[in-house]
């Protein structure tokens, strides 16, 4: 019976927690941070949920009619004036919601050298994505800040099994680099998955809802070198 209640305690102190880290409620103020990969944004929301109250609501008076005159050989006929009715309703106060959404950056490929790049010959290549990315937003009160890092895997579109990781660097750098075994059109792809941290009113939270993937390409040509042979 002890090992049980030990096993229930355990695994409501776990969900609770991962709930927690869901969603933060500041003063009053529920702030959800998460990722939609589909649109490549951060979507912030922040909701203060409101009371409802009952208030006494006073209909407004009919409009008045004319008596009709009387005939003196006519007999009198009256007829009561109906009341009003006093009506109660519940209204809801203070229910308010903020939504703040971010796009993440996109970025493109850049090649060195200069054309032509040739047949067996070093071609680098970077990303010009940033290497983090970070924002600050205030929603009913609340300080929200995001910081994303990117990671990156290189595909050279030969053929071969080379892939390499990393931003990339312009010369003299150069830390993503390929030789290309063959001439034509080569595409080279890079795929970037962003990740990182939110913190809410200064607690470090999560964010769910799968990492931030891009893609870029270019499409470079790769011409055959030259050989010459020299007469003695």
């Known amino acids: 019976m002890r090992k049980l209640l030990a096993l229930i305690l355990l695994l409501s102190l776990t969900f609770g927690s991962s709930e927690s880290a869901r ?24 909701n203060k949920p409101g009371s409802s109250k009952s208030v006494l609501h ?14 003196p050989w006519l007999p009198r006929t009256t007829s ?6 006093r009506t109660s309703r519940k ?16 970025g493109a490929i850049h090649v060195q050298p200069n054309n032509p790049l040739l047949v067996n010959e070093p071609v680098n290549f970077w990303s010009d994505v940033p290497r983090e990315f970070t924002f600050n937003t205030v929603l009913l009160g609340v300080l929200v800040r995001v910081k994303l890092n990117p990671s990156f895997n290189w595909e050279f579109g ?11 660097a312009p010369f003299p750098l150069d830390t993503v680099h390929h030789r290309f075994s063959t001439r034509g059109d080569k595409t080279v792809t890079v795929h970037i ?9 200064g607690v470090p939270a999560p964010i769910p809802g799968g ?9 470079i040509e790769i011409y055959p070198a030259h050989t010459y042979l020299a007469h003695h």
Do not use: M
């Not at 407004?60 to 009619?65: I, K, N």
């Not at 030969?158 to 990339?168: I, V």
């Not at 990492?211 to 499409?219: G, H, R």
């Open 23 to 46: 969603s933060e409620c500041i003063n009053n103020v529920c702030v959800d941070v998460s990722s939609d990969p589909s649109t490549n944004q951060i979507i912030i929301t922040a």
């Open 58 to 71: 006073k209909p407004r008076p009919s409009s008045y009619d004319l008596p009709k005159p009387w005939i």
């Open 80 to 85: 009561p004036t109906p009341r009003p009715k």
């Open 91 to 106: 209204v809801s106060t203070a229910a308010l919601a903020e939504r703040f959404t971010q796009l993440v950056p996109h």
């Open 158 to 168: 030969d053929g071969s099994s080379d892939s390499q990781s990393g931003r990339g």
């Open 193 to 201: 998955s962003w990740s990182g941290t939110a913190w809410i009113d």
């Open 211 to 219: 990492l931030i993937t891009q893609s870029a390409t270019q499409v």
